[in-house]
């Protein structure tokens, strides 16, 4: 019965000691990588607070859209027409996965409409709106150099112009979209000076300071605007639905993270 008892004992100390023991055993590499060790809270808490900030620039598709745009242009078609874009970036790091983005863009938006006259008849037009985009705050989340986020964005529009034909035919770009004093709506609508909307997109961030991001950017806040709609004794009288929608491709450099 002891011969039982101490064999037992045995088991029981070798099922007790045997995974600590085991323990030495894992590569140093393991540890490093591991959430839980020292090294990797250790490199958790070196990126929370840092700060990177860069310059980027890039390609833009742009189009509008809306239930109101046979009543600003000849019919509802329009077409998906190029811009450009230049910028700053900022990246604040919370955590190696949880940033906040903070960008700022100049950026040619518009879009390929039709109009029509009574000398051309229907013919392809293009509204180009040049923007000062600001992205003041996206959540951004992702695991090593990718970050996914999305936000709000708002606009100030800088200038604007639609080609149109005079009366010989000719193509010319007519600028009183942008509105001018004193304008009173009888003929042409003009341009809201503002524009809001939400962006999300996909970046990829090397450790070289390079980064690559996609874009998408759709506008909640009507476009055009119409105030003098009940003066003119228009059947228009509620707002204009026309709003932007647009994909932007940058690429960029940024320096650094600074704490």
Request: aromatic share 18%; glycine share 6%.
């Given at each position: 019965m002891r011969l039982f008892s101490n064999f037992f004992l045995h088991v029981a100390w070798a099922?007790?000691?045997?995974?600590?023991?085991a323990l030495p055993q894992r590569s140093t590499k393991s540890?490093?990588?591991?959430?839980?060790?020292?090294?990797?809270?250790?490199?958790?808490?070196?990126?929370k607070g840092q700060v990177f900030w860069g310059v980027m620039a890039g390609y833009n598709l742009n189009n509008i859209y809306g239930k109101d745009m046979g009543y600003i242009f000849s019919n509802s078609k329009t077409s998906w027409i190029s811009g450009f874009h230049i910028g700053m970036h900022?990246?604040?790091?919370?955590?190696?996965?949880?940033?906040?983005?903070?960008?700022a863009t100049y950026s040619r938006r518009g879009a390929g409409v039709t109009l029509a006259d009574s000398v051309s008849g229907?013919?392809?037009?293009?509204?180009?709106?040049d923007y000062v985009d600001v992205y003041p705050l996206s959540v951004a989340v992702g695991i090593k150099g990718f970050r996914l986020y999305a936000g709000p964005y708002v606009g100030a529009l800088c200038s604007a112009s639609?080609?149109?034909?005079?009366?010989?035919?000719?193509?010319?770009?007519?600028k009183t979209l942008f509105g001018t004093p004193g304008d009173f709506e009888k003929g042409r609508k003009?341009?809201?000076?503002?524009?809001?909307?939400?962006?999300?997109?996909?970046?990829?961030?090397?450790?070289?300071?390079?980064?690559?991001?996609?874009?998408?950017?759709?506008?909640?806040?009507?476009?055009?605007?119409?105030?003098?709609?009940?003066?003119?004794e228009d059947s228009k009288t509620d707002k204009i639905h026309i709003f932007h929608h647009n994909l932007l491709f940058s690429i960029g450099y940024r320096l650094g993270a600074r704490k």
């Open positions: 099922i007790l000691f045997l995974p600590l023991a540890d490093k990588d591991s959430l839980y060790s020292d090294e990797g809270w250790k490199n958790m808490a070196d990126q900022v990246e604040t790091r919370l955590n190696p996965y949880l940033s906040l983005f903070h960008e229907t013919y392809a037009s293009r509204l180009r709106a639609l080609s149109e034909r005079d009366s010989s035919g000719h193509t010319y770009m007519n003009y341009l809201q000076k503002l524009d809001f909307g939400i962006h999300a997109g996909l970046g990829y961030f090397s450790k070289w300071g390079l980064f690559a991001q996609l874009r998408y950017m759709r506008g909640f806040w009507d476009i055009f605007q119409y105030a003098n709609s009940y003066t003119l």
